[in-house]
């Protein structure tokens, strides 16, 4: 007996590593996959300037990057934020700020920008976390327009409507130096950005914060009957998101040279929002997978002209009614309770 049950275990395990090292070879080779993305070199807009690795960094890559920022927020613990882009603004008002005004270079401005957002993030996260569904949608997106209308009205700090030119690119890295003509550099970058992420969300999803999450997410009265703490989770969650859109705004700052209000506006909030939902809310892979669809999309008919966002609006209307729970819908964990209600029969 005790030696069937040893060879059962034996034999779990061993089933168990070799999944684990196919999945760790899975996850490589798409790493390695995405990093070679900028030597395709495909024009995709039809235009001399217009690259492969331009339209992947600016908009797509960023687009990822804050899609999984928010998806902290709305896909982990189910909280309505329309308020997203005032992160995004803070991060790259810090560096163009610090960056025009002292000299500061990227990597020097990138903490401050986190630390801003978050505390950004906490500050509004305390006396307005307690409201719920459409209440919070509507504080958060009267935040965001609050820090444009700052930043637009701020002429001495922000230069108000005419912005702030000349932001400093990134230093060398390893002796590359960053190139607007050859971007793969700034992709790069924001793959490493959009990999630290991934890793920070999956690391927090399997510990206390993520199970917090997920309750709170299914629902909140039963969650603090259960004794989960949920004003302080959902901060969490809201701040680390912040800290997520803090950094993309740091970055593209620095990609652009050039930061405006008019940058900044609720539509900004509401695209990225739409990332999140398209791909599948809380699923990591459906929100890539939906950033870099209506990152990309949006460029891809740029040629004729106005009508792409009435295709652009057709897509989404078309998908969200054959699959209203996103191209990839997170997992649902039922299987426990099938077997429960069936008596053991799946």
């Given at each position: 007996?005790n030696?069937?049950?040893?060879?059962?275990?034996w034999?779990?395990?061993?089933?168990?590593?070799?999944?684990?090292?196919?999945?760790?070879?899975?996850?490589?080779?798409?790493?390695?996959?995405a990093a070679?993305?900028?030597f395709l070199?495909?024009?995709?807009?039809?235009?001399?300037?217009a690259?492969?690795t331009?339209?992947?960094?600016?908009?797509v890559?960023?687009f990822?990057l804050?899609?999984?920022g928010?998806?902290?927020?709305v896909g982990?613990?189910g909280?309505?934020?329309?308020?997203?882009?005032?992160?995004?603004?803070?991060g790259?008002?810090?560096?163009?700020?610090?960056?025009v005004?002292?000299g500061?270079?990227?990597?020097e401005?990138m903490?401050i920008g986190?630390?801003?957002a978050?505390?950004?993030g906490?500050l509004l996260g305390?006396?307005?976390?307690?409201?719920r569904?459409?209440?919070?949608?509507?504080v958060?997106m009267g935040?965001g327009?609050?820090?444009?209308?700052?930043?637009?009205?701020?002429g001495?700090?922000?230069?108000?409507p005419?912005g702030?030119a000349?932001?400093?690119m990134?230093?060398a890295?390893?002796?590359?130096?960053?190139?607007?003509?050859?971007?793969?550099l700034?992709y790069?970058?924001v793959?490493v950005?959009i990999?630290?992420?991934?890793w920070?969300i999956r690391?927090?999803?399997?510990?206390?914060p993520?199970?917090a999450?997920e309750a709170i997410?299914?629902?909140?009265?039963a969650?603090?009957?259960m004794?989960?703490?949920?004003l302080r989770?959902?901060i969490?969650s809201?701040?680390l998101?912040?800290?997520?859109g803090g950094?993309?705004?740091?970055?593209?700052?620095?990609?652009n040279?050039f930061?405006s209000p008019?940058q900044?506006k609720?539509n900004?909030s509401v695209?990225?929002?739409?990332?999140?939902?398209?791909?599948g809310?809380?699923?990591?892979?459906?929100v890539?997978?939906?950033?870099?669809?209506?990152?990309?999309l949006?460029?891809r008919?740029?040629?004729i002209?106005?009508?792409?966002?009435l295709?652009f609006?057709?897509?989404l209307v078309?998908v969200?009614?054959?699959?209203p729970?996103g191209?990839l819908?997170r997992k649902?964990?039922e299987?426990?309770l099938v077997?429960k209600v069936t008596?053991g029969?799946?």
């Open positions: 007996m030696m069937n049950f040893n060879l059962r275990d034999g779990a395990d061993k089933w168990e590593r070799s999944n684990r090292i196919q999945r760790v070879g899975l996850v490589l080779a798409f790493i390695a996959a070679c993305l900028p070199g495909i024009s995709i807009l039809d235009t001399p300037n690259s492969y331009a339209v992947l960094v600016h908009p890559a960023m990822v804050m899609a999984l928010l998806n902290i927020v982990k613990s909280m309505l934020d329309l308020g997203y882009v005032a992160f995004f603004a803070l790259a008002y810090a560096m163009g700020i610090l960056g005004r002292y500061w270079n990227t990597w401005v903490p986190i630390l801003l978050m505390f950004a906490l305390f006396p307005t976390l307690r409201l569904g459409d209440y919070l949608a509507i958060t935040f327009e609050i820090i444009r209308i700052v930043a637009l009205n701020w001495s700090l922000t230069n108000g005419n702030i000349g932001v400093p990134p230093p890295i390893f002796g590359q130096e960053f190139d607007l003509v050859d971007q793969k700034f790069w970058v793959l950005m990999l630290l992420t991934i920070m690391r927090l999803t399997v510990r206390r993520g199970r999450w997410r299914q629902d909140e009265d969650a603090e009957l004794g989960v703490r949920a989770y959902k969490w809201f701040t998101g912040a800290s997520v950094a993309a705004g740091v970055l593209f700052a620095s990609k040279l930061i008019e900044f609720l900004v695209l990225i929002l739409a990332c999140v939902v398209f791909g809310i809380g699923n990591i892979w459906g890539i997978l939906g950033a870099a669809i209506l990152g990309y949006p460029d008919i740029r040629f002209s106005d009508e792409r966002m295709v609006g057709l897509v078309l969200m009614n054959f699959r729970d191209l819908p649902k964990r299987k426990a077997k008596g029969e799946a």
